[in-house]
T-cell receptor
Framework: ETGVTQSPTHLIKTRGQQVTLRCSSQSGHNTVSWYQQALGQGPQFIFQYYREEENGRGNFPPRFSGLQFPNYSSELNVNALELDDSALYLC????????????FGSGTQLSVL | QKEVEQNSGPLSVPEGAIASLNCTYSDRVSQSFFWYRQYSGKSPELIMSIYSNGDKEDGRFTAQLNKASQYVSLLIRDSQPSDSATYLCAAHDSGGSNYKLTFGKGTLLTVNP
């Protein structure tokens, strides 16, 4: 167990809907990164939050957005869901924006029908 | 486009054998490399990191890095059925101030009793 918790564990949505995924970082960690892992693929970087600011973004459209709160927990929001958004969404926490030691949560499996 | 390439496998080895997993990367600027293990339906777990050319050993695991050839490998000695998992190779993207990891698609390893 890494101490990174994500909720919900599973979610089913329909195309066009909006979804919010949540992540609580490990105690003492101030950085949260979000990754999307499609079936049979490696995780792909969505964005990173450090001290409540977005600190880098991967090749994802603006309908993917996020927040980090003062307690360093984070949310990932996806608007106008598409079928290709079906994936495992992983949150990883670390201490410091350049720390390579990422601790992943167990993920949220999102299915878009 | 920075890429990390892995043979998707599956790689099947008998119990007690050496499993050899390989990875190549396209970005010469990458400085740090990681191997993650991911059991089916679970999140990635960091098992090895390597930063310098040569070998790094940790128990039954040895990571090898050759920056001139842009090649990273992971050897697992005395393979056990519990080592059966997908192994993800990741490289640190040094662009910007964030700590983005670029992952390969992973190699599925099966250790047969």
């Amino acid at each position: 167990e890494t101490g990174v918790t994500q909720s919900p564990t599973h979610l089913i949505k329909t195309r066009g809907q909006q979804v919010t995924l949540r992540c609580s970082s490990q105690s003492g960690h101030n950085t949260v990164s979000w990754y999307q892992q499609a079936l049979g693929q490696g995780p792909q970087f969505i964005f990173q939050y450090y001290r409540e600011e977005e600190n880098g973004r991967g090749n994802f459209p603006p309908r993917f957005s996020g927040l980090q709160f003062p307690n360093y927990s984070s949310e990932l929001n996806v608007n106008a869901l598409e079928l290709d958004d079906s994936a495992l969404y992983l949150c990883a926490s670390s201490f410091g924006q350049t720390n390579e030691k990422l601790f992943f949560g167990s993920g949220t499996q999102l299915s878009v029908l | 486009q920075k890429e990390v390439e892995q043979n998707s496998g599956p790689l099947s080895v008998p119990e007690g054998a050496i499993a050899s997993l390989n990875c190549t990367y396209s970005d010469r600027v990458s400085q740090s490399f990681f191997w993650y293990r991911q059991y089916s339906g679970k999140s990635p777990e960091l098992i090895m990191s390597i930063y310098s050319n040569g070998d790094k050993e940790d128990g039954r695991f040895t990571a090898q890095l050759n920056k001139a050839s842009q090649y990273v490998s992971l050897l697992i000695r005395d393979s056990q059925p519990s080592d059966s998992a997908t192994y993800l190779c990741a490289a640190h993207d040094s662009g910007g101030s964030n700590y983005k990891l670029t992952f390969g698609k992973g190699t599925l390893l099966t250790v047969n009793p």
